[in-house]
T-cell receptor
């Protein structure tokens, strides 16, 4: 069965520390996508990244970086030099392929990791 | 600015009441979704719709129904609200699969059933 595990429920760091959020997934699909979303206190989930299962290159976007390792079924997210504005709940998600006629996939979300960055 | 708008941020209802949660998107997206978010459980899919008048059950459809009469609007209906339906409800929309697959979310509707 498809599953996403975010073992870290809550992480607290002090500003400027680096922090890594872990994500482990299970899937029987050969083609799938992995996502990270950020949910700030306002409540609206914001898309951060999508990664194709065939693309294992790490990605960096400013202070954010993602490490995708198919061998360990992990898609970890690192924030470098964290800031107070990074405080949020972060969700990892996995696409589950639905039948073609739906023209959409279903996203399976992890339980989220609450990150608190203190000044 | 693209947007998914949920009609109510906070609602308080009584057990047995019929509840409507409305969601409107302005991006002309084919797909729309209703998720429920609970602490320790993450987001769970209730229903989704891939076209007008088309709907499919998600993982936890019991106690809910949906309506999609127009492309931009997707409603979640609780026919007879119960206390275990107290939760945060999130609406999302997305373009067809061949696009980014990104979901665009609304700000959520926090429902309390007394």
């Amino acid at each position: 069965a498809q599953k996403v595990t975010q073992a870290q429920t809550e992480i607290s760091v002090v500003e400027k520390e680096d922090v890594t959020l872990d994500c482990v997934y299970e899937t029987r699909d050969t083609t799938y996508y992995l996502f990270w979303y950020k949910q700030p206190p306002s409540g609206e989930l914001v898309f951060l990244i999508r990664r194709n299962s065939f693309d294992e290159q790490n990605e960096i976007s400013g202070r954010y970086s993602w490490n995708f390792q198919k061998s360990t079924s992990s898609f970890n997210f690192t924030i470098t030099a964290s800031q107070v504005v990074d405080s949020a709940v972060y969700f990892c998600a996995l696409s589950e392929e639905l039948i073609q006629s739906y023209n959409t996939d279903k996203l399976i979300f992890g339980t989220g990791t609450r990150l608190q960055v203190f000044p | 600015d693209v947007k998914v708008t949920q009609s109510s941020r906070y609602l308080v209802k009584r057990t047995g009441e019929k509840v409507f949660l409305e969601c409107v998107q302005d991006m002309d997206h084919e797909n729309m979704f209703w998720y429920r978010q609970d602490p320790g459980l993450g987001l769970r899919l209730i229903y989704f719709s891939y076209d007008v008048k088309m709907k499919e059950k998600g993982d936890i459809p019991e106690g809910y129904s949906v309506s999609r009469e127009k492309k931009e609007r997707f409603s979640l209906i609780l026919e007879s609200a119960s206390t275990n339906q107290t939760s945060m409800y999130l609406c999302a929309s997305s373009p067809p699969r061949h696009n980014t697959g990104e979901l665009f979310f609304g700000e959520g509707s926090r429902l309390t059933v007394l």
